[in-house]
């Protein structure tokens, strides 16, 4: 299964890959904890308790992998590309074609909380280093 999100909000590949570190996702959204980290993985809690989150910068932003998850859950927030190529896209994934509506909600919520937070962050940068949009 597959679910979007759309801020309205422009930016670039290399803001998003620096924003979306480790050191900021505690001050981006309330859903998740980074406890440690070392590189391009933490150790983190949250609503699903803990995992081993990995980063990865790709083409238009960044990836996020819940490692040890049944679900395979992973987000990217990208820029550049369909849907919205002049704003900033969350597309989160599992691999399932089916889940528990309770599991979906609380997708809802997750993705919900992302949206939220990541544009309020970007909200509190430099105007320079982000253009909000209209």
């Known amino acids: 299964m597959e679910f979007f999100r759309t801020i309205n909000i422009q930016s670039t590949e290399g803001q998003l890959q620096k924003l979306l570190s480790f050191e900021n996702i505690n001050d981006i ?7 440690d980290f070392e590189k391009d993985t933490a150790n983190i809690t949250g609503i699903w308790e803990e995992f081993t ?18 679900n395979a859950l992973a987000w990217t927030i990208t820029t550049g590309f369909p849907p919205v ?4 896209v969350i597309h989160l994934t599992i691999n399932r074609a089916e ?9 809802t919520e997750f993705l919900d909380d992302w949206e939220t937070g990541f544009t309020n962050f970007l909200k509190n940068q430099p105007e320079e280093l982000l253009k909000t949009s209209s």
């Open 53 to 70: 989150l990995k980063r990865d910068n790709i083409k238009g932003g960044v990836r996020f992998a819940l490692i040890e998850c049944p």
């Open 99 to 107: 889940k528990e509506q309770q599991f979906l909600d609380e997708l």
């Open 29 to 35: 959204i309330e859903s998740l904890f980074v406890l």
């Open 85 to 88: 190529r002049e704003h900033i």
